[in-house]
């Protein structure tokens, strides 16, 4: 029954997957939606909660980015938050949360480095990355087409979903755990890229074939890409 499960959404996801030239995109207005019918309740001045807050509230999607690279210290800090690592009392610790701890999700690294683009691979060996091979610009710039200014970012961070796992334990709801994960990784990245003085913006427009050829991937084994978030330097200096 599960495997019925399983071939359904893994169909769903593929019927959201968009090719070379990008997906038709329509112009929409969006309206808040709020319950006149019912009493408002004033809050007065909300805090910003510290140091957190602080962080929160700084947090701006940047598009325009410098051609300036970033460090591998710099790396390193993405790296560092998204591993799972030793606890006290022997408990593994992650700052992504993952449904029913099957670590779902997958991240790599595309990061100019010397006038090339490098690919890697977060694996299970703290704060080490796996380095994997040299990509083309061209492959680049194929896989966010619709997203030009992609390709200027001193690194891109590419989240990926297995979803095998997720949909053999958890029948077809698995698939949104694994969207859940890969979307907490993506604000996680915003995060640290703000920590580390760089700008940064979510993406969800690529070419799904054009993705996963660049990062290797097989349909078959039930990876593909999610989201992945441009990080650089901000053209404004800010």
């Known amino acids: 029954m599960r495997s019925d499960f399983g071939r359904s959404v893994k169909h769903f996801h593929k019927s959201t997957c968009w090719g070379r030239g990008g997906g ?23 805090p910003e909660c510290g140091e957190l807050g ?5 947090r701006r999607s940047e598009r325009a980015f ?9 790396i ?8 799972t690592r030793s606890g006290s009392e022997g408990k593994l610790l992650r700052v992504v949360p993952s449904a029913g701890g099957l670590v779902s999700s997958e991240v790599y690294l595309i990061w100019r480095r010397n006038g090339e683009h490098r690919l890697g691979h977060v694996g299970p060996v703290p704060r080490v990355l796996e ?9 680049v710039e194929e896989s966010f087409r619709s997203e030009s200014w992609v390709v200027n970012a001193a690194m891109i961070i590419v989240v990926t979903g297995r979803l095998g796992p997720a949909l053999r334990r958890y029948g077809s709801r698995g698939y949104r755990f694994v969207l859940l994960e890969a ?7 915003t995060l640290v890229a703000l920590d580390e003085g760089l700008g940064s ?8 074939a054009a993705l996963m ?7 078959e084994e039930g990876e593909v890409p999610l989201v992945a978030v441009a990080v650089g330097w901000p053209e404004s200096g800010g």
């Open 131 to 139: 380095s994997m091979w040299s990509v083309s610009r061209s492959s």
């Open 201 to 208: 913006c979510m993406v969800g427009g690529f070419s799904d």
């Open 54 to 58: 602080r962080c929160l509230s700084a």
């Open 183 to 189: 979307g907490a990784s993506a604000m996680v990245a």
């Open 76 to 83: 390193g800090a993405f790296v560092y938050f998204f591993q």
């Open 24 to 46: 038709a995109v329509a112009s929409v207005s969006s309206v808040a939606k709020s319950y006149p019918r019912f009493d408002l309740v004033e809050l007065g001045i909300v």
């Open 66 to 74: 410098r051609e300036e690279e970033i460090t591998d210290g710099q």
């Open 213 to 219: 050829k660049l990062l290797d991937l097989s349909s």
